[in-house]
């Protein structure tokens, strides 16, 4: 399972990669993750990678991915192409429109308001990857929920391990609506 | 130094457990667990996380970490510690490695334990500074001017950058010279699962130290026994040419012949020690292709090389671990039977030119530069062009 | 009858001599110097890493100076001399090196080391010529002198090496000449019982590849014209600096306070260890 971040810097794309890759290493499973982002800190194109398989990982830098998920325009727009046909599409719904002329075939596509929510309900925008972070997990099965809530408490700055956490739980809640939906 | 209390304590917290890091992270606390005692480095896309990591990480355990004005500098502050007695080591990539390469050559002349780890970048010059190459496999070889040997080991994994820098250290100590970790851009900068190993299960290698009086520089064996500073010994540590004891002679034509020999001949004549390889082979030994790799390009390679047997293609693959020495030997009786050798590498065929050396089949160079590592799918189509 | 032994050259790796400097050379002078404060201080060599680089200069401690050496690369002894003295810190760690050496291939170490302020001693000596290499122009040279690679005369200003290092940080400065045997000696003696970067230039003749460009065949015409040029340090200030052209500011040009780099590095360093102590002893 091939998994893309992508989003502005400033928006935890890279952490929320981590934090995917080091739940499935806690699992037991195998994890290479990667990322890339402009020399600027803030702002610039970010985008982070993350390869879990129960198998030994040869692709280091695959070109496609299983699924995508987009906080920003251009991020989707740049990396839309590089989706397999019935991947699975995941996009912040306030950030980015999508546009199906651009997709490839069979796609699974999610519509979430995660930063309208990080935002509203929680006062912090900055925390909408991991409303993110548990709506995808909860679709794709892909950790167990006791090492993502590890992970998370390990890599979020002190002081913020329950925002981090509650924001997480309402991005599962809302899969588990869009599931019973 | 070494493992005191100190680092004992640090490590406890640390051992037998299992991490997710970086490439350049496993590697800086890989350099903990062979007892570093001192890193001295410059900032450098890819290799400024080991330089951040041990800033952060060895002075809890002992170990001292200086950034230093440039590369020049950072290599010569780790030839200067090394002659205390401390384990000391240096990380960089192309335009630093570049810029090291003057006092590589004194490290190398005055026979000084020490290790630097290049994370290599796309060049030349500055190049693509956050891409990966393998561009530098000959200047590690070749970099700094005059006959010399050189050891240099390749990690495929972040869990290799832990382990081999034990290995590095250990090489050092054991042969009195320089050795380079070779990574590449793509494994230092990927995380992966690192298990960092008990510390009851570390065994780092002493130098043999020189009998006080005992010349420091010559004598019977190929690798003479070091002193340190301030032991009363009143060693000269020159990069000229010298003598046994130490002293200058730059004029007397077997003095220096003996001298650079002696250092060529103390790791020519221990390849076979120091050599490392990893085979994979087809399991009906009728193999007539074979894939040759290194580093980052040996994961895609080796995950090419089983798609094509699961195809019901023969194809035999080895991964060279140690770069340098060349594992000529290996490599020659690994093409023995083979018609055709493939080496995929992320240069325009800087080690395939070498194997060519020492092989009687046919070697095609796969290159890629451009900053991207091979895929699968790239090397798989090289294989089944050629075996059809 | 025979000479009573000169008592410094306990300090000399005697089986090595005589020495190969040139008949009138300054570097004779300054190794001489050095051993006279050593032997003041009753400091023990064993004690001691002398550090040098490429150059004539750089053979005064290397390999004449009877203790541990380390003779490096042109331009590089203080950055060796970073790793020794951090390892080392109970050692005496001392550079003797050339003007080309320190101020030109390695200006950069040596200004950034004055800037840690680590302690070390560094003893420039400028003879304001590359000598050994046959008479180039240095950073030192001063503007107008012909060499070999300035034919049509030198259009570079000179460094003030001193004031350079000064400005950059380091705890003791001082200029002085091999006229100045004696305050030389008292010079070398505060720079090494300094703590922090300690610098001296010493301004020196080379007879053979820069006094017979600028018509001074012997090192006595050099160190007469040295007495001549040398004004007090006190005596400069006064002076417009129209006054001081041709002059050799001689004197200390800073003798301060400020804290030392290996002293500062290990007290960081133990901290972290202690740290790391408490949280285990907390948990145990």
């Known amino acids: 399972m091939i998994i893309r971040f992508v989003g502005f810097g400033g928006q935890g794309i890279v952490l929320s990669s981590y934090i995917i890759g080091k739940s499935a290493v806690l699992d037991g499973k195998r994890a290479i993750q990667n990322q890339s982002y402009g020399s600027e800190s803030r702002g610039g194109e970010c985008r982070g990678d993350v390869i879990i398989s129960d198998e030994e990982i040869y692709e280091l830098e695959p070109v496609n991915q299983d699924v995508l998920v987009a906080l920003t325009q251009p991020g989707y727009e740049k990396f839309i192409p590089h989706l397999k046909p019935g991947g699975t599409l995941i996009v912040d719904k306030d950030l980015v429109i999508t546009d199906e002329k651009m997709e490839p075939e069979n796609i699974a596509r999610y519509a979430i308001p995660a930063t309208d929510i990080a935002h509203k309900k929680f006062g912090r925008k900055i925390i909408a990857n991991m409303v993110m972070l548990g709506y995808m997990n909860t679709l794709l099965n892909q950790v167990t929920f006791e090492s993502l809530e590890k992970a998370v408490l390990e890599n979020v700055p002190k002081g913020t391990e329950k925002l981090n956490l509650d924001a997480m739980r309402e991005g599962i809640e809302l899969a588990k609506q869009e599931s019973a939906r | 130094m070494g493992f005191n209390e100190d680092r004992k304590r640090y490590l406890a917290g640390l051992e037998d457990k299992t991490y997710f890091m970086l490439g350049d992270e496993a590697c800086a606390y890989g350099a903990i667990f062979a007892g570093c005692d001192f890193f001295a480095g410059y900032p450098i896309t890819p290799a400024s996380e080991v330089a951040e990591r041990l800033a952060e990480e060895l002075p809890k355990a002992g170990g001292l970490c200086i950034q230093m004005e440039d590369e020049l500098a950072s290599m010569a502050a780790i030839v200067g510690a090394s002659w205390t007695g401390g384990r000391s080591m240096t990380a960089t990539s192309g335009p630093g490695f570049s810029l090291m390469q003057e006092n590589i050559g004194y490290a190398i002349m005055t026979e000084t334990p020490c290790v630097l780890v290049d994370v290599q970048r796309s060049g030349p010059s500055t190049g693509q500074a956050t891409k990966p190459a393998q561009g530098d496999m000959m200047q590690a070889r070749w970099g700094t001017h005059g006959d010399h040997n050189i050891i240099a080991l390749s990690p495929n994994s972040a869990q290799e950058c832990f382990d081999m820098m034990q290995e590095c250290f250990n090489l050092a100590d054991t042969y009195r010279t320089p050795v380079i970790l070779l990574m590449d851009g793509e494994i230092g900068h990927i995380r992966e699962s690192v298990t960092m190993p008990a510390l009851s299960s570390i065994k780092p290698a002493a130098r043999k130290m020189a009998k006080p009086g005992e010349d420091v520089f010559g004598g019977e064996e190929l690798v003479p026994g070091i002193t340190h500073y301030g032991m009363g010994q009143n060693v000269h540590v020159t990069g000229s040419t010298h003598k046994a004891n130490g002293m200058r002679d730059v004029t007397t034509p077997h003095v220096h012949e003996a001298l650079v020999k002696r250092i060529y001949n103390k790791i020519d004549d221990n390849r076979e020690k120091i050599i490392r390889v990893e085979k994979d082979i087809s399991q009906n030994g009728q193999s007539k292709i074979g894939v040759i790799a290194y580093g980052a390009t040996a994961r895609p390679s080796l995950g090419a090389v089983r798609a094509a047997r699961d195809d019901g293609k023969n194809i035999d693959f080895m991964r060279l671990i140690t770069i340098w020495p060349f594992a000529r030997k290996q490599v020659a009786e690994f093409a023995k039977n083979l018609d055709m050798i493939l080496v995929p590498e992320m240069n325009l065929g800087q080690i395939s030119r070498e194997i060519e050396r020492f092989v009687n089949c046919k070697v095609v160079s796969v290159p890629k530069i451009g900053g991207v590592p091979h895929t699968v799918e790239e090397i798989y189509d090289a294989i089944t062009e050629v075996a059809s | ?284």
């Not at chain 3, 003295?85 to 090196?97: E, Q």
């Not at chain 3, 004696?182 to 006094?211: H, W």
């Open chain 3, 1 to 284: 009858m025979s000479q009573p032994r000169n008592q410094m050259m306990n300090y000399i790796r005697e089986e090595i001599m005589p020495h190969r400097f040139c008949p009138g050379c300054g570097c004779g002078t300054v190794l001489n110097v050095f051993t006279n404060a050593i032997d003041n201080l009753k400091l023990d060599p064993v004690k001691m890493v002398c550090v040098s680089g490429i150059g004539c200069s750089a053979w005064i401690p290397s390999p004449y100076f009877k203790s541990d050496t380390l003779h490096t690369t042109h331009g590089r002894p203080i950055a060796f001399a970073t790793g020794v003295k951090v390892m080392r810190p109970d050692l005496k760690v001392v550079v003797i090196a050339g003007d080309g050496d320190v101020s030109g291939i390695g200006g950069n170490h040596l200004i950034h080391a004055a800037r840690r302020n680590i302690d070390l001693s560094v003893f420039m000596v400028n003879n304001m010529i590359y000598g050994m290499t046959g008479g180039q122009v240095a950073p030192t040279t001063p503007t107008g002198v012909k060499t070999s690679t300035t034919p049509h005369l030198n259009i570079e200003p000179p460094f003030q090496v001193a004031e350079l290092v000064a400005a950059a940080g380091a705890s003791y400065v001082a200029r002085w000449t091999t006229y100045h045997v004696f305050r030389l000696i008292k010079a070398m003696e505060e720079a090494i019982t300094k703590q922090g970067f300690s610098f001296i230039e010493i301004v020196s003749q080379c007879p053979d590849n820069y006094g017979r460009r600028i018509g001074l065949r012997t090192g006595v015409e050099f160190l007469k014209m040295f007495k001549k040029q040398a004004i007090p340090i006190d005596k400069a200030r006064e002076l417009p600096e129209e006054k001081l052209e041709g002059r050799i500011i001689v004197g200390k040009l800073r003798d301060r306070e400020r804290p030392e780099y290996t002293s500062e590095l290990h007290r960081v360093t133990k901290e972290q260890v202690d740290k790391i102590k408490a949280e285990q002893e907390k948990i145990s």
